[in-house]
């Protein structure tokens, strides 16, 4: 946090520490999962995804 402002790394390294990825690769689950959830209604595949 610089003078009360959140930076960018700020918000990379707490994604780092939850999800233990990358933001990109944290980013890439989640559209992949959001996307499988859409065109898949029954979720058989949805489950092969990790969800963090």
Same mark, same amino acid.
Request: with cysteine; aromatic share 16%; glycine share 4%.
């Given at each position: =946090?610089?003078?009360? @402002?959140?930076? *960018?790394? @700020? !918000? *990379?390294? %707490?994604? &780092?520490? $939850?999800?233990? &990825?990358?933001?990109?690769?944290?980013?890439? %689950?989640? /559209? =992949?999962?959001?996307? +499988? !959830? @859409?065109? *898949? #209604? $029954? /979720?058989?595949? +949805?489950? %092969?995804? #990790?969800? @963090?």
């Amino acid at each position: =946090m610089i003078n009360g @402002y959140f930076t *960018s790394d @700020y !918000f *990379s390294d %707490l994604i &780092k520490k $939850d999800a233990g &990825k990358s933001v990109q690769e944290y980013i890439q %689950l989640k /559209l =992949m999962n959001a996307a +499988c !959830f @859409y065109l *898949s #209604p $029954d /979720l058989a595949v +949805c489950n %092969l995804i #990790p969800v @963090y």
